[in-house]
């Protein structure tokens, strides 16, 4: 890679990034999220219900939805009424995953909470948009609840949020849109907690087997990125809990 990326970028520079949260007026959570051009809308849903394997536990469940707009893409996909892709349970699995690291389930008893995130418009890192603004419509939700008595207190550990990374050229860059991540060397997301703690990496090699040092570069990338993301999802809460809802953007 030569110079400046695709879309004008340095190698270490996010997309411009917006969240907006409360965007709806249904949802106990909400949350409209931007990555560049891919913008996923994710609604989080309160029921007093838990799954069968856990009536008897003493907790709360999150999971979450994932699916993608016929038109998101640049041809329309057809809709999963079959049900979903083995792609799409993946990502969904993902995202539960992501946001069950974040939240003390102990404190929730009785409760599940089903996040769907609805990708509008897909230019790369739709999983890594999914999981970041997921948690904001999470987060919401549970202060909804807190706020109405149903929990104690808001239970949330730390944030979580994620964000891709790859090998193009040779050079590891940090949020790969569309175009990047098919011509990537290696294409990567990292999932991590707002105190540095990793909770997924997924990492392909798709065209060269990367390095010991080519890792640790991507990670630093990523850790770089999302301390930004941090710092992005934290002001959208702040937003969204003091007055009406504005996007936070970066700058």
Known sequence: ??????????????RTVSIQAGESIHAEGSALISFGHTRVLCLASVEERVPAFLIDADQGWITAEYAMLPRATHTRGRR???????????????IARSL????????????TITVDCD????????RCASITGAFVALHQALRWMSARGLLDRVPVRHPVAAVSVGMLAGVPVLDLCYQEDSAADVDMNVVMTGVGQFVEIQGTAEHHPFSDDQLHRMLGLARKGLDEIFRIQAEALAVSESGPEQPVTTA
């Open 100 to 111: 069950r690291a974040a939240v003390d389930l102990e404190a929730m008893p009785g409760y």
């Open 1 to 14: 890679m030569d110079g400046k990326r695709i879309d004008g970028r340095a190698p270490d520079q996010l």
């Open 119 to 126: 990708v509008l418009q897909a230019d790369g890192g739709t």
């Open 80 to 94: 999963e009424r079959q049900g979903p892709s083995g792609r799409t349970l993946e990502i969904q699995r993902l």
